[in-house]
């Protein structure tokens, strides 16, 4: 697995660039757009296509090559 991690501009946290969504002219991950949709449709997203791994920030560090400052 060598998946492209981003960070998603919306909540900071780190997501895969293959499961960034597109909305409303906005790239977001997983968790903000399941938000976004229940926010517009006033009650839980029930399906469970956009649960799945998540990659942590280690990883996306590792990635990028950041060391520990
Ligand atoms: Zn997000």
Redesign the pocket.
Same mark, same amino acid.
Do not use: A, I, P, V
């Given at each position: 697995m060598s998946e492209k991690i981003v960070i @998603?501009k919306? &909540?900071?946290?780190p997501?895969y660039w293959g499961e960034m969504i597109w909305l409303s002219g906005k790239c977001? @991950?997983r968790? &903000?757009y399941k938000t976004e949709l229940e926010l517009r449709m006033g009650s839980d997203y029930i399906w469970d296509d956009l649960n799945g791994k998540r990659p942590t920030r280690e990883e996306y560090e590792a990635q990028e090559g950041v060391e520990n400052a």
């Open positions: @998603c919306s &909540c900071g946290k997501e977001m @991950c968790d &903000c």
